[in-house]
């Protein structure tokens, strides 16, 4: 039976990540490490939480002794690192959890995985061979763009927020453990992920439960940011892919090639609403531009052509039908909540 540790797997990505992968891995067991702070939600796990196959920790991946003990019962041959702080505003506010968690929790969970899985630089041990360690990481490490190009692979990094800061950290601790010891490690950057089970604090879920609550739906500046919009299942499929066809030691960026501006999410959520909950008033005018926030970067865009054309990956949702399914989701779990 394979044995994976899926971190942050109550979170946002990493339970929908979770859900497919017991799915495509019919027979295998997944041990999901989370410490439930704010992004971990128990009920991101409602859908596989009575799988005997799936096993829920609470714990933190800076604790190594936990973490080597969760190693040495399960024989791990795959790990999916996605437990991270991520919310910008949160790291310009309180910086240092970000440091803590997305570098030295990455550092531990990689030496614990190289002392588990490797003889010394460069070799593997007996059945450990094919052993691979996967890391989500973010578009935001490569800083701005402007109003042409795109970020690849070889883009170089250019954090602008301690969030992005921190996870450039891990990526080059990541990239250090195959140059120095030939751990079996893939690194994959995306764009801004959206769909079901995200943090309510997000833009999408924050504009859609302000709407429907008749509150201000808040844009930052002028709305003009650009953001490449990737709905969460497609995210999931480029991992599985990465993990299971991807070079040992690559990077792969996975993107959704749907580029929006904040303001035209805004209304386009909000002229789906007049349509799927419609009240006297357009949902528009409840539409506020606030103050910018610091740092704030322009424009993200992945170029995903080396994930498409070397493993065959393809986005299924563009994002109009994407967003759609999103607000179904959300429509739901808020009616739910005020019910």
């Known amino acids: 039976m394979k044995k994976f540790l899926v971190t942050g797997g109550a979170g946002f990505i990493g339970s929908n990540f979770i859900e497919q992968l017991l799915d495509v891995e019919p027979t295998a067991k997944v041990v999901n490490l989370d410490l439930m702070t704010y992004a ?50 949160n790291s310009i ?32 041990k007996s059945g450990k061979e094919s052993a691979r360690f996967l890391h989500v990481s973010t578009d935001e490490v490569y800083g701005s763009l402007g109003k042409e190009g795109l970020f690849t692979e070889t883009t170089p990094y250019a954090p602008n927020s301690p969030y992005s800061a921190s996870k450039a950290g891990s990526d080059f ?32 879920p924050t504009i859609i439960r302000n709407a429907i609550r008749g509150k201000d739906i808040p844009i930052y500046g002028d709305g003009q940011n650009v953001r490449d919009w990737l709905y969460v ?28 501006t904040n303001l035209y999410i805004a209304e386009t959520i909000c002229d789906l609403l007049d349509r799927m909950e419609p009240k006297e008033n357009s949902y528009r005018s409840q539409i506020t531009f606030v103050k910018d926030r610091p740092g704030h970067d322009l424009r993200y865009a992945i170029d995903a052509t080396k994930i498409e054309n070397e493993l065959g990956w393809k986005a299924k949702e563009n994002f109009e039908s994407g967003i759609e399914k999103t607000i179904k989701h959300y429509l739901t779990k808020y009616q739910h909540y005020e019910s």
């Open 173 to 204: 601790i990541v990239r250090s453990y195959f140059h120095t010891y030939g751990m079996n490690v893939v690194t994959t950057n995306c764009s801004n992920n959206y769909g079901p089970n995200q943090h309510d604090e997000k833009l999408i």
């Open 233 to 260: 299942a497609d995210h999931c499929s480029g991992i599985q892919l990465a993990f299971d066809k991807g070079r040992p030691g690559e990077t792969y960026n996975i993107g959704g090639r749907n580029e929006r």
């Open 93 to 124: 506010s309180g910086p240092e959890a970000f440091i803590k968690t997305n570098i030295n929790g990455t550092f531990t969970l990689l030496d614990v995985a190289r002392n588990d899985w490797m003889e010394g630089p460069g070799k593997a």
């Open 40 to 89: 971990g939600r128990e009920e991101n796990m409602e859908s596989f939480m009575g799988n005997e196959r799936h096993q829920f920790v609470k714990g933190d991946i800076c604790d190594r002794n936990l973490v080597e003990r969760l190693f040495t019962e399960n024989d791990f041959t795959g790990v999916f690192h996605f437990a991270a702080e991520s919310h910008v505003d």
